[in-house]
C-alpha cells in the first residue's frame, strides 16, 4: 500500500515484493506540528540537473486485518474489501492513494486521510464478490409504556421498537470477516437483546459477523425510541378521554377522574353561559332605555309630551327594576362559578398518577 509519500503497509504476504520492501531503509524522520506534522530527510540528497529521485519516507510495518464493510448507502448487495488498519508505527502515515497487493498481485487501491500513530482506520479498496448482503426492517406501532400526573400535566411516555435484520451470505470457499455498519441515530438506543457492536463511531454502529465458507448468518439489530407528550387537563374534553382510552394510556380510575373533570368543566361552562344570556339581556335593556330617552328629548312642546312622558318613565322604572334582578342573578351566578372554578383547580392539582403500563 502506497500513499504519495511513498508510505509503505502492503507487505501482506511474502515473496519478492516483499523481499525487496525489506531492502529499502527509511530516509526520514517525523514529527508531529498540532495538527499537522512534517519529515525530515535523515541525509541531504543531491539531484542532479535533468534527473529525479525517488526517496522511502516511511518504511514501517504496521497491524492490518483483512475485513468485508457494509453499509446500506453503499446501495449494493456486495461488501467492500477493507483493511482494517492500526498505526503502531511513530511516524503519521499521509493521506494519499494506496495499492493493494495479495500474493504479488494487484488487488484494488483506494485513497486514504492521513492516520496518526495508534489510530486505527478503515480504508476500503475493491468490491468484495463474494458476499451478498440484504437488509428488512420491521417497526412495531408505537404504544404508551408510562403515564405520569402532576400538577394540572399529565406526561406520556410512549415507545416505538424497530428491528432491522441483516442476512450474509458467503459464496466463497474461504472464512470471511464481515462488518456491517448501522445508522446510529439520534434518540434510538440499542436493546439488550441485540449484539454489541465492535466499535461505534460518531455515525454508526460497527457489528461484527465471521461468514463461514458457503454458509449464511444473520444478525438482527433491535432499537427502541421514547418520546414525551404532555396534556394540559385544563384542555381535557370527551373526545380527548376517548382518544386515551383508544391508546389504553390511561386506567379505569383515572377515567373516573377524568370523567368528573370533564363533568366540573361543564358545569363552569353551563353557569357561563347563563351569565352570557343575562349579559344580553342586560345589553338589550340598556339599549332600548336609551331609544325612550331620545323619544323624551323629541316630545318636549308636543301635544303628546305629558301622556308620553308619562307611560315612557314608567318603562323606564320597570327597566331598571329588571336590571336590578339581573344584577343580582349575575352576583349569584359569578358567585357559583368562582366556587366551581376552584374545585376545578383544586380536582386538577390534587390528580396524581405514576403508573407503568
Known amino acids: ?73 453503499l446501495g449494493s448487495a456486495r461488501p467492500l474489501r477493507a483493511l482494517w488498519l492500526t498505526n503502531s508505527s511513530t511516524l503519521t502515515l499521509d493521506g494519499g492513494s494506496f495499492s493493494v497487493l495479495e500474493d504479488e ?50 406526561i406520556q411516555t410512549s415507545a416505538t421498537r424497530q428491528d432491522t435484520i441483516y442476512t450474509a451470505r458467503n459464496e466463497d470457499s474461504v472464512q470471511r470477516a464481515l462488518l456491517i455498519e448501522h445508522a446510529l441515530r439520534p434518540g434510538w438506543n440499542l436493546s439488550s437483546d441485540t449484539p454489541k457492536p465492535e466499535e461505534t463511531t460518531a455515525t454508526d454502529y460497527r457489528f461484527r ?26 384542555n381535557l374534553d370527551d373526545n380527548q378521554i376517548q382518544v386515551f382510552l383508544q391508546q389504553k394510556s390511561i386506567n379505569p380510575e383515572v377515567e373516573a377522574a377524568f370523567r368528573k373533570i370533564v363533568e366540573q368543566k361543564n358545569h363552569i361552562a353551563s353557569l357561563d353561559a347563563q351569565l352570557s344570556a343575562i349579559e344580553s339581556q342586560q345589553e338589550k335593556i340598556f339599549d332600548d332605555q336609551q331609544r325612550i330617552r331620545e323619544n323624551l328629548k323629541s316630545l318636549k312642546g308636543s301635544s303628546e309630551e305629558r301622556a308620553l312622558t308619562q307611560r315612557y318613565t314608567q318603562q323606564l322604572e320597570d327597566q331598571e327594576t329588571q336590571l336590578q334582578k339581573l344584577q343580582t342573578q349575575t352576583t349569584d351566578l359569578q358567585s357559583q362559578r368562582d366556587k366551581a372554578q376552584e374545585a376545578l383547580d383544586a380536582m386538577i392539582e390534587n390528580l396524581d398518577l405514576d403508573a407503568t403500563l
Do not use: C
Open 209 to 234: 459477523l465471521t461468514l463461514g465458507a458457503k454458509a449464511t448468518t444473520t444478525l438482527v439489530v433491535t432499537e427502541s425510541s421514547t418520546i414525551e407528550s404532555r396534556y394540559a387537563l385544563t
Open 105 to 154: 498481485a494487484f488487488a484494488g487501491e483506494g485513497l486514504m486521510d492521513p492516520v496518526k500513530p495508534g489510530e486505527k482506520r478503515l480504508v476500503s479498496y475493491a468490491a468484495d464478490l463474494g458476499v451478498r448482503v440484504d437488509k428488512k426492517t420491521h417497526g412495531e406501532p408505537q404504544r404508551v409504556t408510562k403515564v405520569r400526573i402532576i400538577h394540572g400535566t399529565m
Open 1 to 73: 500500500m502506497n500513499g504519495r509519500n511513498f508510505t509503505d503497509i502492503s507487505a501482506l504476504q511474502p515473496g519478492a515484493v516483499s523481499e525487496a520492501q525489506r531492502g529499502m531503509l527509511s530516509s526520514a524522520r517525523g514529527s508531529d506540528l498540532g495538527d499537522l506534522f512534517e519529515y525530515k530527510l535523515k541525509d541531504r540528497v543531491t539531484i542532479h540537473k535533468n534527473e529525479s529521485s525517488l526517496v522511502p519516507i516511511v518504511q514501517a510495518h504496521v497491524q492490518t486485518e483483512k475485513v468485508s464493510l457494509w453499509n446500506p448507502s
